[in-house]
């Protein structure tokens, strides 16, 4: 019986503490937010040691098929019972490399429209904010014309009036700074990002 210790009676060591830890009590997890949970406190417990994230896993890819196929199969005579099990895995084994083929293809073909979809789309956006900025010069050219013929129709009517045009002249420049504090190309910028509201 002397010759059969446990692990934590060994000379030198206070019995009840194993190499400096406390002895956890075993919890089991009844549901699996609880599980989660569980793992949480673990991993918060020492903040400074690094949590293990698994390396993602790899794609499945068929073998390549062989370059040079040594053992035929013939349709002769005299083959053995167990040749059939052999085409069958060799003919299993191609028609899984053709299915992931076809779905790679597809994959590709996939991506390509939506990128096609996705330029598509941004060339659209840029039709409409250039027939946007065309039609914004309009107005902003409508509004010039229509403020140098008052101006002139002003001047016109009498010199007299001079000093009272410049200062309302210098209140509508005020009102049109106020008005276009926005770049061109923001006008269709969503309100949240400018940070309108």
């Known amino acids: 019986m002397a010759a059969h210790t446990q692990k934590n009676n060994k000379p030198g060591k206070p019995p009840g503490k194993a190499s400096g830890k406390e002895a956890q009590p075993l919890i089991i997890a ?6 989660q949970r569980l793992k ?43 040749e059939f099990h052999v085409y069958r895995h060799l003919r299993r084994r191609e028609y899984q490399r053709q299915d992931f083929l076809d ?45 140098k013929a008052k101006l002139e129709s002003k001047n016109k009517n009498g010199d007299g009036d001079e000093k009272s045009s410049d200062s309302s002249e210098e209140e509508e420049k005020k009102k049109e700074e106020e008005e276009e504090p926005e770049a061109e190309d923001d006008a269709e910028a969503p309100s949240f990002i400018m940070g309108k509201k």
């Open 30 to 35: 009844k549901s699996p937010a609880e599980e």
């Open 40 to 82: 949480l406190e673990r991993l918060m417990r020492n903040p400074d040691k690094l949590a293990p994230i698994p390396d993602r896993p790899r794609d499945w890819k068929p073998r390549a098929p062989p370059e040079f196929v040594r053992d035929v199969m013939g349709s002769s005579a005299g083959a053995g019972s167990g």
């Open 103 to 147: 779905k790679m293809s597809e994959h590709l073909n996939k991506d390509d429209d939506y990128l096609e979809k996705l330029e598509q789309n941004k060339q659209a956006a840029d039709d409409r904010t250039a027939k946007r900025r065309k039609k914004r010069e309009k107005l902003k050219q409508k509004k010039m014309k229509a403020k």
